[in-house]
């Protein structure tokens, strides 16, 4: 994964104490988004999921290319709507504690995902105390879509027993309950789904006809206006093979296809991964590299502390290295002599790896590292008080006037 030139020159001139740094490249993050709302149909709304990364640089970055953000607790919500004011929120989640929901209702949240029957009663109880509001409800579904589709998930919260989402015949209670005395604060605009994580296009747009196929009988048997279906995010970024992107013609084409079926209905997705992963980047340096048992390690400044992805999800995070010419100590440099090295962080454990045996000839101490792929999923979700070391950096870069954070 080779950094862009504004990301690299950044990185060569930060001082060793302000490494490591997260760095964020702003321009790509906002060309990145808009082709993907060129890729997609006009009757598609495109929302950001906010837990991938809710920087309030990036969550600004993308105002102009999404049609909202898809937010997952109270703490979220706030957040968004602080950060990008007037942004169409969606609110989904399991276990909406009260204090979320009537805080939500006060934000005038665009959309609920109602994940259950309890959540919907949760719901108009708040509603109930205040009178004349009226809020827009989908309702989250668990379907089984079959074998197929789902096997190739990284990540599956759906087609299996989870705690997302309502069973079928569930939705078809809550449907019940909807056309009664709930519907007079609660409309319920269609259904939601959100069942796997790490799909290519063929696999997503097989869920995704499944998901508006079941929908479309679903609200037949209520005799329901099917407005919309949000099939949810979940698309593929390959870790492995960062060249190798999710195929967005091919998904907008196919969502084309599926709507000219359906004349009338809305769609929308919420992508968070596979719009901001690429955007980012952990910069650090060697600090030691070592020898052991046969094998190189190079210790880098930092690890997975601040960026779990790799130790979560069992992948070596693509790194690219900025040879540094000077080695100003009397003593000799650190090198790496097999040709490949274990890049390893300053935790005392041995899954603080970011890499293992990955080809690094010639790498030495003081070379700076740049983990690509860093932009979701990465510092909000490290556990960054373990072993109480300084945090990253930040730094968004726009590319004109320079950085800011
Ligand atoms: C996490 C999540 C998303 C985003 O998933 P990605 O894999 O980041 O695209 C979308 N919708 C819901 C309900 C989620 O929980």
């Not at 302000?18 to 906002?30: H, I, K, N, S, V």
């Not at 909807?178 to 994580?197: E, F, K, N, V, Y």
């Amino acid at each position: 994964m080779t950094a862009t030139p504004l990301v690299r020159r950044h990185a060569a001139a930060l001082a060793p104490d302000e490494l490591p740094a997260y760095l964020y490249d702003l321009p790509l993050l906002r060309a990145h988004a808009a082709a993907v709302r060129a890729a997609l149909p006009g009757r598609v709304e495109l929302y950001y999921a906010a837990k991938a990364n809710p920087e309030p640089a990036l969550l600004a970055a993308l105002r102009g290319a999404v049609d909202g953000y898809e937010v997952s607790s109270g703490g979220e919500s706030a957040h968004v709507a602080a950060a990008v004011p007037g942004a169409a929120l969606a609110f989904g989640g399991p276990g909406k504690t009260p204090a979320e929901i009537a805080e939500a209702v006060r934000l005038g949240v665009h959309r609920w995902h109602v994940e259950s029957e309890q959540e919907l009663y949760r719901l108009a109880d708040a509603l109930a105390r205040t009178p004349g509001a009226v809020v827009d409800v989908l309702l989250r579904v668990n379907l089984p879509v079959g074998a197929g589709p789902l096997d190739s998930a990284a990540l599956a919260m759906g087609g299996r027993p989870t705690p997302f989402g309502l069973d079928p015949e569930r939705a078809d209670a809550c449907a019940a309950l909807l056309a009664g005395p709930l519907g007079r604060q609660l409309r319920l605009r269609g259904t939601h789904a959100h069942l796997a994580s790490g799909l290519r296009a063929p696999a997503q747009l097989e869920v995704a006809e499944r998901v508006v196929d079941w929908s479309v009988r679903f609200a037949r048997r209520h005799r329901l206006p099917l407005e919309e279906v949000n099939v949810g995010g979940g698309m593929a970024v390959d870790y492995a093979d960062p060249a190798d992107r999710f195929d967005w013609t091919a998904f907008g084409t196919g969502l084309e296809r599926l709507l000219g079926r359906h004349p009338g209905l809305t769609l929308r997705i919420e992508p968070g991964r596979a719009l901001t992963a690429y955007c980012g980047w952990y910069a650090t340096e060697v600090l030691d590299v070592k020898h052991s048992h046969g094998e190189d390690f190079a210790v880098v400044r930092g690890g997975t502390h601040h960026l779990r992805t790799p130790a979560t999800r069992g992948h070596d995070q693509p790194f690219e290295v900025l040879p540094v010419a000077g080695w100003k100590h009397p003593w000799p440099r650190p090198a790496v002599t097999t040709g490949r090295a274990t890049l390893a962080g300053q935790l005392c454990t041995p899954k603080d790896v970011l890499a293992s045996r990955a080809p690094a000839a010639g790498l030495r101490g003081g070379d700076r590292v740049l983990f690509g792929m860093a932009g979701a999923y990465a510092w909000n979700i490290s556990h960054h008080e373990f072993l109480m070391h300084p945090r990253p950096g930040f730094h968004f870069l726009d590319g004109t006037a320079g950085a800011t954070g």
